[in-house]
T-cell receptor, first 109, second 114 residues
Framework: KQEVTQIPAALSVPEGENLVLNCSFT??????LQWFRQDPGKGLTSLLL?????REQTSGRLNASLDKSSGRSTLYIAASQPGDSATYLC????????FGAGTTVTVRA | NAGVTQTPKFQVLKTGQSMTLQCAQD?????MYWYRQDPGMGLRLIYY???????DKGEVPNGYNVSRLNKREFSLRLESAAPSQTSVYFC?????????????FGPGTRLTVT
């Protein structure tokens, strides 16, 4: 059974600092890995999808890396802004999505 | 293009009552999913439908039933609600179950069972 872990559970940084969010998974036989953003009381918004054959994916200030052999993915958010405050979830697709519990990020102005 | 829509947004039930959560997508996706989200536990898959006419159990199917009414709609039914089913329920869809397509999520239904 796939286990997905996100550490830390919460993170608070001053505006402008770069964010590094970690995701680890136990079974490397995956199709892809997806990073989501969830605002309080809202649904999930897809940020980045990394296919199993890719090492990284970029969108604007966001960059996600994938190391299947070690079962790790990292989401980098450059030059954080207060609007980046949210919970970030990673999900591993090994035929079905398995989610981590998320990292709640607070960016202080 | 509304994406994935869910009704209702909020619901309060008494123990033993039944209800159906509705989900529809307008992206012509083949696969649809129901998840529940509980604090500190991430999202867990309840049921999924790989394509119209098929449904399968996910990680936590007990106490739920589903119907894939057509390609657009996938409903989740609680026959006899229990307090342990208090949660936020999300519906999602993707082009295909087996290939590497991303999932798109609805806004959620917040259910409280008293």
């Amino acid at each position: 059974k796939q286990e997905v872990t996100q550490i830390p559970a919460a993170l608070s940084v001053p505006e402008g600092e770069n964010l590094v969010l970690n995701c680890s998974f136990t079974d490397s036989a995956i199709y892809n890995l997806q990073w989501f953003r969830q605002d309080p009381g809202k649904g999930l918004t897809s940020l980045l999808l990394i296919q199993s054959s890719q090492r990284e994916q970029t969108s604007g200030r966001l960059n996600a890396s994938l190391d299947k052999s070690s079962g790790r993915s990292t989401l980098y958010i450059a030059a954080s802004q207060p609007g980046d405050s949210a919970t970030y979830l990673c999900a591993v697709n090994d035929y079905k999505l398995s989610f981590g519990a998320g990292t709640t990020v607070t960016v202080r102005a | 293009n509304a994406g994935v829509t869910q009704t209702p947004k909020f619901q309060v039930l008494k123990t033993g009552q039944s209800m159906t959560l509705q989900c529809a997508q307008d992206m012509n996706h083949n696969s649809m999913y129901w998840y529940r989200q509980d604090p500190g536990m991430g999202l867990r898959l309840i049921y999924y439908s790989a394509s119209e006419g098929t449904t399968d159990k996910g990680e936590v199917p007990n106490g739920y039933n589903v119907s894939r009414l057509n390609k657009r709609e996938f409903s989740l039914r609680l026959e006899s609600a229990a307090p342990s089913q208090t949660s936020v329920y999300f519906c999602a869809s993707s082009e295909d179950l087996t290939l590497s397509y991303e999932q798109y999520f609805g806004p959620g239904t917040r259910l409280t069972v008293t």
